[in-house]
């Protein structure tokens, strides 16, 4: 069965205190895996899609990086505008479009 | 470039009473998704449509079901609702080359 997980569930940083969020994901084969970012009452805002272990994205204080297992969503000196909940997606190759999401991991910057 | 556009933004609903909520794609999207997001499940697949088929179903009951148009525009409609059908319902519109899906600002439905 299709499965992602995400850890920590919830994160609490001080502003400019660096760390990572982490996806496990079990699929029957890897089309690609999603990042993206959830504020509350608000619909997923992409991130980056990953297609193969090795392949690293950027995006400002942000970088994904894929394994065969797991992604990491590394977060670089964040600010409190980076509060938000960081939701991890996989697709497979024999479901088209469909997403498997992972429950998310909610972060907290603080000043 | 317009985004993912959902109507209506909120609604409330009576048990037993059906509902039709509204998602256009972003220009020259085909693919359209539907999903459903509560606090104790996280997001749930419901289903995808492709130029006007369902191409993937989730583990939902017959209840929910869904439509698009030519035009790409999809519709997706809950009979006999329930309690425990409140959730944010949000659209996702996939580019062409599917590296990319964008969600749209969601349907949130409370049923009382």
């Known amino acids: 069965e299709d499965q992602v997980t995400q850890s920590p569930e919830a994160l609490r940083l001080q502003e400019g205190e660096s760390s990572s969020l982490n996806c496990s994901y079990t699929?029957?084969?890897?089309?690609?895996l999603f990042w993206y970012r959830q504020d509350p009452g608000k619909g997923p805002e992409f991130l980056f899609t990953?297609?193969?272990a090795g392949e690293e994205k950027e995006k400002e204080r942000l970088k994904a990086t894929l394994t065969k297992k797991e992604s990491f969503l590394h977060i670089t000196a964040p600010k409190p505008e980076d509060s938000a909940t960081y939701l991890c997606a996989v697709q497979a190759v024999d479901t088209g479009n469909q997403f498997y999401f992972g429950t998310g991991t909610s972060l907290t910057v603080i000043p | 470039k317009a985004g993912v556009t959902q109507t209506p933004r909120y609604l409330i609903k009576t048990r037993g009473q059906q509902v039709t909520l509204s998602c256009s794609p972003i220009s020259g999207h085909r693919s359209v998704s539907w999903y459903q997001q509560t606090p104790g499940q996280g997001l749930q697949f419901l289903f995808e449509y492709f130029s006007e088929t369902q191409r993937n179903k989730g583990n939902f009951p017959g209840r929910f079901s869904g439509r698009q148009f030519s035009n790409s525009r999809s519709e997706m409609n809950v009979s006999t609702l329930e309690l425990g059908d409140s959730a944010l319902y949000l659209c996702?519109?996939?580019?062409?080359?599917?590296?990319?899906?964008?969600f749209g600002q969601g349907t949130r439905l409370t049923v009382v």
């Open positions: 990953l297609y193969s």
């Open positions: 699929v029957s084969g890897l089309r690609g």
């Open positions: 996702a519109s996939t580019t062409p080359s599917n590296t990319e899906a964008f």
